[in-house]
């Protein structure tokens, strides 16, 4: 495995890959990108994840987060390994890959969402019962069968994405496949909370975050925006960020780099501090 340098590093930049091209293509695409950014959009994705699958994914997700507080509650997680219901609340971010220097004042802030986690197949995972719930448009056996589809379809995209960056590494496309025999992998859908004052959003030192600046501590993040976006990256080597504008749904998934995919590479490949702007609606 090489080791890292800064000059390995290209100018900062988050292309979109298309998973049309060929293969080297590709596995040289997510190279460049990995050694600049550590961020990338994928995008004609339909041979790996169908994008009626993604916007039913979202549709059932707003239907959730539209229930009620009580009946969501209903499917609260009761520990941090198990799929269900994150309550709105604060999440502290502020132990980040960079040690908290980068965006500090951002680091203070934290974020506010609500989520629902989905749990790997050794896991458990909480779904509601129709028993559960009063009249409500929500339907618990789509809801379930959609998240359970969702996340082995975006866990064998990610499988497929690790093996060319490791040809990208120089390795056989299988050299990370032991690594992710019975993965704590995770899906989360995640509703970010609505600035009070959508003002707040314009204003850099006083920015209200949805999810504040951190690294992800897995090997490789696969996120779908929607079209409210607030996706930020951070340049490091500039000190500013950049807006991640997203695709239309459906049709792009943004993937990056996490703190373990740094460990394993020797920080050949970093993880990049990043944040989620709380939307302006």
């Given at each position: 495995m090489e080791e890292h340098s800064n000059s390995s590093f290209n100018a900062f930049y988050i292309p979109t890959i298309s998973l049309n091209s060929p293969r080297g293509d590709i596995v040289d695409a997510l190279r460049k990108a990995s050694l600049s950014s550590g961020f990338f959009q994928l995008?004609?994705?339909?041979?790996?994840?169908?994008?009626?699958?993604?916007?039913?994914?979202?549709?059932?997700?707003?239907i959730f987060f539209d229930l009620s507080q009580d009946e969501k509650e209903k499917v609260t997680k009761k520990s941090h390994l198990v799929g269900g219901y994150e309550g709105w609340r604060f999440y502290d971010l502020t132990k980040t890959g960079d040690g908290g220097k980068q965006g500090e004042?951002?680091?203070?802030?934290?974020?506010?969402?609500?989520?629902?986690?989905?749990?790997?197949?050794?896991?458990?995972?909480?779904?509601l019962e129709e028993s559960d719930l009063s009249g409500q448009e929500f339907d618990p056996k789509k809801f379930q069968s959609t998240c359970i589809t969702y996340f082995y379809a975006i866990q064998e995209l990610g499988r497929h994405v690790l093996g060319m960056i490791a040809e990208g590494l120089g390795m056989e496309k299988d050299f990370f496949e032991d690594y992710l025999r019975e993965q704590n992998s995770f899906c989360r859908l995640t509703h970010y909370y609505r600035a009070m004052d959508p003002a707040l959003t314009n204003d850099s030192e006083t920015i209200e975050m949805g999810a504040a600046p951190h690294t992800d501590w897995g090997a490789l993040t696969l996120?779908?925006?929607?079209?409210?976006?607030?996706?930020?990256?951070?340049?490091?080597?500039?000190?500013?960020?950049?807006?991640?504008?997203p695709a239309p749904l459906g049709q792009g998934i943004v993937c990056n780099i996490g703190d373990l995919l740094s460990r394993w590479t020797n920080d050949t490949y970093r993880s990049t501090l990043h944040r989620v702007v709380a939307p302006k609606r």
């Open positions: 995008s004609n994705l339909d041979a790996y994840i169908s994008p009626t699958l993604i916007t039913e994914m979202f549709e059932q997700t707003r004042k951002d680091n203070d802030q934290g974020g506010w969402n609500e989520g629902f986690a989905i749990a790997p197949e050794w896991g458990t995972n909480c779904f996120l779908v925006q929607d079209e409210i976006g607030g996706l930020q990256v951070f340049d490091r080597n500039r000190g500013t960020w950049h807006d991640v504008p």
